[in-house]
């Protein structure tokens, strides 16, 4: 049995999705397919390797990834297979694998050579899906087209912790629950493991703990009246490792989240203050 | 082959709906997975318990429901697993299964002892899957923690009919269309049959039939210019016997549904008068 | 191993689709079971059909497709199952029918005779499932209910080449990106290839050119800060050889997409006139 994910910004209302799930099972009639996400903002690379990244371990070693996001070919992109960490990837080579994987995770880059690749509007229909059945069917990636030694690279943002005393991160992505996620990992934060204390701030607010869980903001032993209330910004590393602002309980359009209450967007900074 | 259904809050941007598929296929590749809902209001247990109620009875008897709503275990709320009319359920229990079933009807409830219950912030990831593929696989549920007896009570509303010629009801959700589902079962109306009829009060419209289905309002012997138009809010009994009010194809955000027309919103009363 | 897809108007939150699902696997334990969509706007006809018309072709043959929209059986409409282009269509004979296939590609109707089919209210639930298990079990189709001549009519616009020098369509849908499909097809196009030159009337634009993709609007050759850049109504045969404007990575609420931008709805005109 092969595993095959798709993550595009097709949206779910359109037939493009039910497309290549069609075709696939024309292809390979024994396949699973899962959806990652078919939301993707549409043509954003990072949030695309934003998801890919935290979705793609969890499963099984071999699992084929499509990556139907900005897809097109073209003098500046070319359709590539990926293998690393024991998973292939397809899709354009747009700077989203820069942005999965440092170059030595990488152990083979194919740029594939497909009679429809040049020409199609719907790469991922007539293109990924029949690379992938290739190689589910067991064809060698070198049979797919030409090894190339680099995949293109996206400058993005990384986290600064030049300062002896200061950490400074970015917001990566805002989930469904208006949580704040960051690119502060907790093993960077546990390099600053010598200072006694430290102060998170976020918009305009200040964070001095970072909490186990949601739950954990919560002190059980008081009467039920004096509990923590939903309405404060609280920290985590979440189950990514990364530093997450998080309402308790707090829902979007009704009350609040961590991303509205605080005025956050993709991109805003983080600092982390420690003291001696 | 067995069936795991996911029901949770995540939305379906997100990458967390992938993980858990993707872990559930590492650990027993042969499953089908189906979703239930990834889009319950956030937190919502009242919400959850209505769409699962309406959704498991149709799943293969051994099916088991995975519920990733208000997850975290915390001084409150255990980890459990339930079986309940030969399924099973896994989640937290916050209420949900005392709205889900009768106490009679739960055969087992086991307390889950998980090395990573007390402090994950993803449990249907890091615990539910777990305990899911351990069920799948044949642990009996007696291993995988302590029986206790009882599930937490989650108090709510129920209809009254407690006057001889009154029934009072509540609405318990709004479905995709803007139909407004109740808690008047048509078993608990046909205890009044003896009554020669009846007024349904539903905000400040007044219901005096109740339809077999949407398309019975329509008289087809009348020419097409003289046919019910869609307009009107009707009544009828739905699928899962339930009291709903519904405008005949109204939809929402063009033209308006039943849940806009009449301005109501889950937990708003109805009323019911029989006369003699 | 059987395929069945789902259609409907049902949205993804509510417990239908998981209904129906289960249901399926309660009957046929090996389907696999593919979603086309279930954010149809509710009670849309031709919507549907152009939804299912793109998607059904990738999937395998002897592939089953339920469709829920619309569906209940009155006086107008029948419950039936088609077979065509060896695919099979079960739903209700609302006019979806005659939109998906000319009169000589039905190969077999059948007006279904199931007990519950008169009095549903969920005739997906009720009725499609089990006509659906039939036909897998390998029942053959006249055992299902009585054949039938001919699918109930769904007059539509189509474009209109009557002129020897102008072709008139309409936009039959708005895709996820915003951009506007026509119902001129490449083939009804090129039967004007004697032309020198034409040009696209649509809203208050007017294009000259078709590209291949959308990539092939931009000039590469050119240095980055002088490429086309993302604002400008393109035209482009799509996968499914129907014209289609689209914006270069127009991203809707981001800036605009065509849709937004030419202020278009489906049902609009489209023209192209050609010179000599």
Redesign the interface.
Known sequence: ?S?I?LTS???????????????L??DL??V????????????NIPETA???K???????KK?LHIIGV?G?????HKHVVIQAKNHYFIGADNGIFSLLFPKEAIEEIIDIHHPKSQ????PT??VFVDVAAEIVNGTPLANLGEPINQVKEWVQNTPNSAHHNELLGHIVYI???GNVITDISKSLFEKFNDKPSFEISISNTKITKIH?????L?D?SLPSAQRQKPEKAIA?F??LGLLESALY?G??N?GGSAASLLGLSVGDSITISFNN
Do not use: C, W
């Open positions: 049995m595993v994910t910004d097709f949206g779910i209302k359109d037939y493009s999705v039910a497309a290549v799930k069609g075709r099972l024309q009639p024994a699973t397919i899962v959806d990652i996400s078919h939301n993707i903002t549409p043509f934003y998801i890919v935290a979705a793609y371990p969890n499963f099984p699992t900005d097109e070919k073209n003098n500046l020409h199609s509007s719907f229909l007539d989930d469904h629950l186990e869980n949601y739950s954990a919560v059980y985590i979440n189950s309980k829902i979007p009704h």
